[in-house]
């Protein structure tokens, strides 16, 4: 049996199965990426629901993980060489996961690199983008009489969508008619600016036509129906 207790996180979070991966995450558009991916390639893990309204992820236990205090992270007992690995961002983990089960990756470099370019896309602008229009939109931000951060947000969005909406122009998939990661990275995220935050309006989502589709086509997969509601939020 695995032995976690060199790490502190599992002094809060204790593991069940120390030898199956451990997931410390939410379901936010963040978290769920690593739920549906490792509900996609089959892997055994452990998901633990780390509460963010409580503040948990500036917890010590959580910082000994993750030293940028959000989520998601993993600990993988079965890490390279057989030791444990501790991870967190969560394009690091994608690239990870896809690279230990060879699964959602393509094995071709050139399309490797292309897959992980949109993964990229999506960490360096569409999240950051989509979750500051969130924040302006419904949450506190809202409540700003002067409009003009959120007005700068939903530009940016609205030109990253139509970024994601010329690359889907004539495919199933970001690579085509292959599902991959750079999928999974973005599908939480473009769900909740248009359900959760509301803010289809603001990027003028009814005018596109290959978004929608693709977004129809991922939330169809079991994987992802599945991953959407991991880990379980407390009744």
Known sequence: MADLSAFPITSKWPAQ???????????TPNGVKV?????????PYEPHFINIGENET??????????????????DPNGPGGKPLALFESGAILIYLAEKTGKLLPADPARRYETIQW??????????MFGQLGFFH?????????KRPRDRYAKESHRII????????GRDWIMGDEYTIA?????????NLIGFYGAGELVEYDQLKNVPKWLERGLARPAVQRGLEIPKRPA
């Open 162 to 169: 139509r970024v994601l909406e010329t690359r889907l122009e």
């Open 35 to 43: 739920s549906i991916m490792l509900e996609e390639i089959g892997l």
């Open 17 to 27: 199965d120390p030898n199956v991966l451990q997931l410390y995450s939410t379901p």
């Open 183 to 191: 999928d999974i990275s973005m599908l939480g995220w473009v769900r």
């Open 58 to 75: 500036w917890g010590p236990e959580y910082l000994s993980l993750n030293p940028n205090g959000k989520i998601p992270a993993i600990l």
């Open 119 to 128: 993964v990229m896309f999506q960490m360096g602008g569409l999240g950051p």
């Open 138 to 146: 419904k949450f506190a931000g809202r409540e700003y009489e002067d």
